[in-house]
Nanobody, 126 residues
Framework: EVHVVESGGGLVQAGGSLRLSCKVT????????IGWFRQAPGKKREGVSC????????KYANFIKGRFTVSSDNAENTVYLQMNSLKPEDTATYYC???????????????????WGQGTQVTVSA
């Protein structure tokens, strides 16, 4: 059974940093993409970043503007999202999910993704 578990969220002041983790277990394929998404109350879910496990290609939403970095530890089946210079508008529940199509890494359209985690809350205070 596939499990996707996010962790690392919390409360941080504006300008601070957090590192989110996404651990995948039970997935037998090696070629897939992990995407990070977020959803704030009353807003639509939006793609944040993704990384291909095989080709290492990374993609970011335009609003990230160099503040976030996605990386992967394939040996641990874990993907990280380092978030710096956080802003109050980054407050949201952050989810990761699996795009099983594999390389080449497609991007951040959420209907490409399956096996969603339960999310981790990120709150940025002003």
């Amino acid at each position: 059974e596939v499990h996707v578990v996010e962790s690392g969220g919390g409360l941080v002041q504006a300008g601070g940093s957090l590192r989110l983790s996404c651990k995948v277990t039970g997935f037998t394929r090696d070629d897939y993409t992990i995407g990070w998404f977020r959803q704030a109350p009353g807003k639509k879910r939006e793609g944040v970043s993704c990384i291909g496990r095989t080709d290492g290609v990374t993609k970011y939403a335009n609003f990230i503007k160099g503040r976030f970095t996605v990386s992967s530890d394939n040996a641990e089946n874990t993907v990280y999202l380092q978030m710096n210079s956080l802003k109050p508008e980054d407050t949201a529940t952050y989810y990761c999910a699996i795009d099983m199509s594999g390389a080449p890494t497609r991007g951040l359209l959420d209907w490409w993704y399956e096996y969603w985690g339960q999310g981790t809350q990120v709150t940025v205070s002003a």
